[in-house]
Every structure is written in C-alpha cells, then in structure tokens.
C-alpha cells in the first residue's frame, strides 16, 4: 500500500496493510458506463497528499492520478513518462532529466522542471513531517539529511535543480541502487507550489483540493467518503493512448460482498483471499487470477526497554523457534500466501544469476519445539523472571489477524511452558500509531516494498529508521546495510551479499519474526486488459487499461 508501503505500507511507502473492514458498502455501478472500470478497495483512502502519503490505497488514487520522470511498466521495468531522456553520470552520482516540451498541469497551466524541484524540497522539508522523507537522504541527495534534520534551514541547498524549463539535475554524494525506482515512486512526483499555498491546511483533503499531473484526475472524493472517481485527464502529455474515461472506486468494507457483486458485474476485479472460505468457494472459477506481491507479514518485538523480557535475545529466538510457519500459512492465509523464509518477500528483485534475492539470503528459519523450550528456560532465568506474559497487537480489520493470533498464542503457550500470550485487536490506523509509538509488546506487521531492490525492506531495521517499531540498534547492522547502499550501491552481486549478511544479523538477534509472504488471488473481468500491475510501487496502474 501500502510500497512502504508502507504498501506500510508502514510503508512503505508505502506501509501496505491487509485491510478489509466488517461493513458493507453502496454500490455505485448503477451509475456507470459499460466501458467504465469498477473497482474496489477494502477501506477509504486518507489523502491525496504526494509527499505525506504512506498507505497502499491513497497510493492507488495517487499513482494513477499522478506521473513522474518513470513509470513502471509490467515487471516493474522503467519506462519514460514525463520525461523523454534521462542520462546517468559514469560514477553514478548525477542524474540529468530533460523533460517533455509543453507538459500540463490538469488545469492547463504549465508543468516545469521547477514542480519536481519543489515536490523534493517539500517532502524533505522538516516542516512537512514526511515520514518518507528518509528516502531522500537513502537516496544520496546531496544536503538531503542536513536540511532534514534542521542543520540546513536554506531548501535551495538540496541537491535538486532546474536549470530550465525542462532540464532537471540530481546530485547525489554517492550512487544509490534504487534512485532510479524513485523517479518513478508515487511520492516524488511533482506538485504545484502555487497550488499547495493556495490550498494550505485544506491541501489534498479532497479531490478538488489538488492538481494532477497523470493520466487521470480524482474526482467526487470529499476527504471522508469511500468512493471517487479516475477521470481521464485531457491535459496528460499521452492522453491518446488512455482508453478508458472513467475509473469508478469504492470502498467495499465486507470481502465476500465484493465477490457477489463481481458476479453480479458490478465490479470487475474482486480478491478472493481474504479468508479460506472465499478462497475455497472461489480458487476454481475461470475468471480467477494471481496478483502477487511483495509483502511480508511478520512479528515485531518491542526491544525498546519497555516490556521486560523482549530484551532477552533468548526469549525472542525461543519464539521464532517456536513458531511454525506453514502451519500459519494453513491456518490463517491458505490463501496463496507462503510461509516467510526471511524478510524480503519472493518477487522483490531478482539477481544477475537468475535468483531470487529471497533464496539468496534466507538464514535458515525453522520450527525446533525442543530448542525453543531450552532457550525460554535459560533466557527467562537470565531476565530474572519465572513466567512472561506478552500482549499480540494485530489489525481488527484483517480477518486473516484473528486466527492467525489464535494460532500464534496456541502454539507458543504450549510449547513453551510459564508464557501468556494476551491478545489486542485494533483498527488499522490505531495499530500504526501504536507500532510507531512502541505502544506494544508484539505486533503483527505487514510490509510492502516500494521499489523493486533489497533496502526497501533492509531500510526499516537501521537503528534511526521511523518504521524501526522494535527500536532493534545493531551497530554491525547499520554498518554493513551503509555498505549496500553506499560502496556497493552499483554492483549488485555485492549488494547483494550485503543484504545476505544484514539478514544472518537479523536472524541470530531475533530481531523479528517472519511469518508469511502474502499473495493473492483474485476474480477479474476477462474484458480488461491492459491493465498493469507490479509487487513494489503503484500496484495497479490504469493507464492503459480498457475492457475489450
């Protein structure tokens, strides 16, 4: 969603959370042309806001809504947008875009390299309160981490400029390995200053409350209602080659109602893995497809010095020990998601050899009910304590959630004698507050990449990273994720190697808890085609979409 996403997605950003809400909504196809796309999402969207944007939904509207120098094309490969050329010093370190001639803002009024300029600034800029604005330094910008952090106060000093109309320059202090997915990122595509000043606190709180720069507007969205419009917009630089006029949106609350109504044709794309039983009911039908992902589900622990006992690097190994994965699979996602095998999900990047970067670095999680009995023993002792009660924070909006904890909190109680495992059930939204704020013992997380290259993931476990929720410090960590995205930014077998060795860190600390990959499926109109969708970024992407 939620990328980080957010997508978390956190976000990642994406922060992306498997979101599916306990109502039922109002259909709105009754209203709707048969060329029109019918879609729905599983909770409204939260803003139409570029730079401070972080969930997998408001990333759809964004995305589609919006264009940068890239965008990404079926298996996240780059294709020119906004740009028509794009050249890369020999070291890596300068980016030189020359833009399209007579770009338009939806309103008619000019796009300029000046509107990239000012998105970065913006985004970097303390007093926006990004929680993206990370990326920018990652990315090497030049001034990036001090204006940030308040050391720079003039925004002009960033390593961004226009030197005309349609010539941009990037200067980074060193290559950075995902830069170029970044000029393709949803959160870095331009934005009109005038606008956003005009606006001001009423920016992007509504559809009419922006200016877009993409194949299609928002439109009919008032800040809190769960349906909005795609409207194809006239003004974009490739407005020829968009089919479709109209993408209707609505927030369909209740899984299986969204699989009713696409059978009744009201919609034309339903997922069918919220639950075992609509998967089961549904796996079979000839309109089901795969929509991959790259998103993990795992368990975070508060090593923050607030829950006594996660402290104790014994205890957390006897957990991971004692947690089965396929047997989580099977009895909370069966659904096409995948036992986890490390952080980084299957789908992410694949290397020079062919490999995926997942195999690559896996360290060997296993379920070892004996080890971890032995461990719990032995890091109670060492904590001082006879027995432990921890407290599971999951999302009361994902029905996967419940028997997922269930599970979790059968097994671990089981097999390791003097533990109580309480459950917490919160929104979506109350969750990341609480993560964010350490307000947890254990929470279940879900992560989706936001560009197709291991520090999307590896990022999040830095000890100054905003979506570090366990507060997990390892000086060798930080120091060897430095490496990838610094000295070995360009080579990326050594990045790689990197990235092998900042998971054994991860696994031998028991920083965390992988759970499961999520995949899902879904039901789709066998009319649309052209639609594109990737594993990291804008997941579903309209462009060119149309029903034949």
């Not at 879900?446 to 100054?464: A, I, K, N, R, V």
């Not at 000295?487 to 808890?513: P, R, S």
Request: charged share 25%; aromatic share 10%; proline share 3%.
């Amino acid at each position: 969603m939620t990328k980080k996403t957010k997508w978390l997605v956190a976000a990642g950003a994406t922060l992306v959370a498997a979101t599916t809400l306990v109502a039922c909504s109002n259909s709105s196809s009754s209203t709707s042309s048969s060329k029109d796309i019918n879609w729905a999402v599983p909770t409204e969207i939260l803003t139409l806001d570029i730079s401070k944007n972080t969930d997998h939904y408001s990333a759809l509207a964004i995305g589609n809504s919006g264009s940068n120098i890239y965008r990404l094309g079926k298996n996240s490969k780059l294709e020119l947008d906004l740009a028509k050329k794009v050249d890369v010093s020999d070291d890596g370190k300068t980016y030189t875009i020359t833009l399209r001639d007579n770009l338009k803002w939806s309103d008619g009024s000019k796009l300029t390299a000046k509107d990239f300029v000012y998105s970065w600034q913006r985004i970097v800029n303390p007093e926006t309160a990004s929680e993206y604005a990370y990326l920018v330094s990652e990315a090497h910008v030049v001034n990036a981490t001090e204006i940030n952090s308040g050391q720079i106060t003039d925004l002009n000093q960033l390593g961004v400029k226009a030197e005309s109309d349609t010539k941009l320059v990037f200067t980074l202090t060193s290559p950075s390995p995902q830069f170029k997915y970044f000029l393709a990122f949803v959160n870095f595509m331009p934005q009109k200053e005038s606008a956003v000043k005009e606006y001001g606190k009423n920016y992007a709180t509504a559809s009419k409350y922006q200016v877009y720069s993409g194949p299609y507007t928002v439109t009919g969205w008032n800040g809190s209602n769960g349906t909005f419009k795609l409207k194809k917009n006239k003004y974009y630089w490739d407005a020829k080659n968009v089919k479709t006029d109209t993408v209707n949106v609505q927030t369909v609350k209740k899984p299986d109602t969204a699989v009713q109504m696409y059978k009744r044709g009201e919609l034309d794309n339903a997922n069918i893995s919220a639950t075992s039983a609509i998967y089961n009911a549904n796996k079979n039908n000839k309109d089901v497809v795969d929509v991959f992902e790259a998103t993990t589900s795992y368990m975070s622990y508060n090593m923050s010095g607030s829950t006594k006992g996660l402290d104790n690097k014994k205890i957390r190994q006897a957990l991971n020990l004692a947690t089965d994965r396929d047997a989580v699979v099977k009895a909370a996602v069966d659904t096409g998601s995948t036992a986890a095998t490390a952080f980084v999900p299957y789908k992410l990047e694949t290397l020079t050899n062919g490999k995926d970067l997942t195999d690559y670095v896996a360290p060997g999680y296993k379920y070892d009910v004996k080890e971890a009995a032995k461990l719990f023993k032995e890091g109670l002792a060492e904590a001082g304590l006879t027995s432990l009660k921890l407290t599971i924070t999951a999302d009361a909006d994902s029905p996967a959630a419940k028997n997922l904890v269930d599970y979790i909190k059968s097994t671990w109680e089981s097999n390791l004698p003097g533990l109580t495992i309480e459950e917490k059930f919160v929104t979506f939204k109350q969750r990341l507050e609480d993560t964010k704020n350490q307000n947890f013992d254990v929470a279940v997380v879900l992560w989706g990449g936001d560009y197709p290259e291991g520090s999307t993931f590896y990022g999040l476990f830095q000890s100054t990273a905003a979506y570090n929720y366990g507060k997990f410090n390892s000086e060798a960590y930080d120091a060897v994720y430095t490496k990838a995205v610094t000295t070995d930014a360009t080579d990326q077998e050594a990045g790689a190697k990197d990235y092998k060795e900042a998971e054994k860190i991860l696994f031998d600390e028991a920083a965390y808890n992988p759970l499961y990959f999520r995949n899902t499926k879904a039901l789709r109109n066998p009319k649309l085609t052209g639609l594109v969708e990737n594993t990291t970024g804008l997941n579903t992407d309209f462009t060119h979409a149309y029903k034949k």
